[in-house]
């Protein structure tokens, strides 16, 4: 079921599995107060006997902060979930998506809900991210960005505090939400209406347009081979001096094959 794969990913970056003494543990997640909805419809979803409590307290953030908190402890369900990829402990770099078969939209739905953000910039450029210390969930949500998008994005840690962002704006972004955010998906309610929102942006008149891969022919191959100067090559064909330097040396080394004729 498409929920549960949100669960799952909801689980796997805001939840905590802890274990004690003869079998005994349990399952949290906290979250806001105001998204305690979400919790009300996960313990709905389980078949195991969770409450939901509430209690506020103080933070960097704010002096008061109210927070509802989901607790299971049934054995079998905390089982269950470990053994789909949820570990017990710190997990924040090791989490990966699960090994059977499941719904990728839904289930990065429930990361970016947990982990993400999905709003407008300073600017009012729609965006969507997701901030995570798993190498495994950066390079996920990257491969399938670029199914649904058609641009590519190679994740590297911050040399600050070791994390990715993989990030998404502008029209990127408005094609990533509309498939993450389908009608009638479980999702945190603010979230779903910052998603629906992004379908009326429009790219302010005069800013340059999108950006799209212009991929090199056979017969400009041909040219800057004949040639041997990027520089003059560039002129010819109306590229860069940088990538026509890129590409005579990717031809020269074998990284990319070279024209039928030569």
């Given at each position: 079921m498409p929920e549960y794969a949100y669960m799952?990913?909801?689980?796997?970056?805001?939840?905590?599995?802890?274990?004690?003494?003869?079998?005994?543990?349990?399952?949290?997640?906290?979250?806001?107060?105001?998204?305690?909805?979400?919790?009300?419809?996960?313990?709905?979803?389980?078949?195991?006997?969770?409450?939901?409590?509430?209690?506020?307290?103080?933070?960097?953030?704010?002096?008061?902060?109210?927070?509802?908190?989901?607790s299971l402890c049934s054995l079998e369900a905390r089982t269950t979930i470990n053994e789909l990829g949820l570990p017990y402990g710190r997990k924040s770099k090791t989490i990966a998506p699960p090994d059977v078969e499941f719904s990728r939209r839904d289930y990065l739905r429930g990361l970016i809900d947990a982990d993400g953000s999905v709003g407008f910039t300073s600017k009012g450029f729609p965006f969507v991210s997701l901030t995570t210390a798993s190498g495994a969930i950066a390079s996920y949500l990257s491969d399938y960005g670029k199914d649904v998008t058609g641009v590519a994005r190679n994740p590297k840690r911050n040399a600050r505090d070791d994390i990715y962002n993989v990030l998404y704006m502008m029209e990127l972004a408005q094609h990533l939400a509309?498939?993450?955010?389908?009608?009638?998906?479980?999702?945190?309610?603010?979230?779903?209406?910052?998603?629906?929102?992004?379908?009326?942006?429009?790219?302010?008149?005069?800013?340059?347009?999108?950006?799209?891969?212009?991929?090199?022919?056979?017969?400009?191959?041909?040219?800057?081979l004949k040639l041997n100067s990027p520089m003059a090559a560039a002129d010819v064909l109306g590229r860069t001096t940088q990538s026509c330097n890129l590409r005579l040396w990717r031809l020269r080394n074998g990284k990319v094959p070279l024209p039928s004729d030569q």
């Amino acid at each position: 079921m498409p929920e549960y794969a949100y669960m799952f990913g909801f689980l796997q970056a805001d939840g905590h599995l802890s274990q004690q003494s003869r079998q005994r543990g349990r399952l949290t997640v906290e979250i806001s107060a105001r998204d305690m909805d979400l919790l009300r419809k996960f313990q709905k979803l389980t078949p195991y006997n969770s409450s939901i409590t509430e209690r506020t307290r103080s933070t960097n953030f704010a002096e008061a902060h109210s927070a509802a908190i989901w607790s299971l402890c049934s054995l079998e369900a905390r089982t269950t979930i470990n053994e789909l990829g949820l570990p017990y402990g710190r997990k924040s770099k090791t989490i990966a998506p699960p090994d059977v078969e499941f719904s990728r939209r839904d289930y990065l739905r429930g990361l970016i809900d947990a982990d993400g953000s999905v709003g407008f910039t300073s600017k009012g450029f729609p965006f969507v991210s997701l901030t995570t210390a798993s190498g495994a969930i950066a390079s996920y949500l990257s491969d399938y960005g670029k199914d649904v998008t058609g641009v590519a994005r190679n994740p590297k840690r911050n040399a600050r505090d070791d994390i990715y962002n993989v990030l998404y704006m502008m029209e990127l972004a408005q094609h990533l939400a509309a498939d993450l955010y389908y009608p009638g998906c479980l999702s945190l309610e603010r979230k779903r209406t910052a998603a629906d929102s992004f379908s009326t942006w429009v790219r302010p008149a005069g800013m340059r347009a999108a950006y799209t891969i212009r991929r090199w022919t056979e017969s400009e191959d041909r040219i800057l081979l004949k040639l041997n100067s990027p520089m003059a090559a560039a002129d010819v064909l109306g590229r860069t001096t940088q990538s026509c330097n890129l590409r005579l040396w990717r031809l020269r080394n074998g990284k990319v094959p070279l024209p039928s004729d030569q």
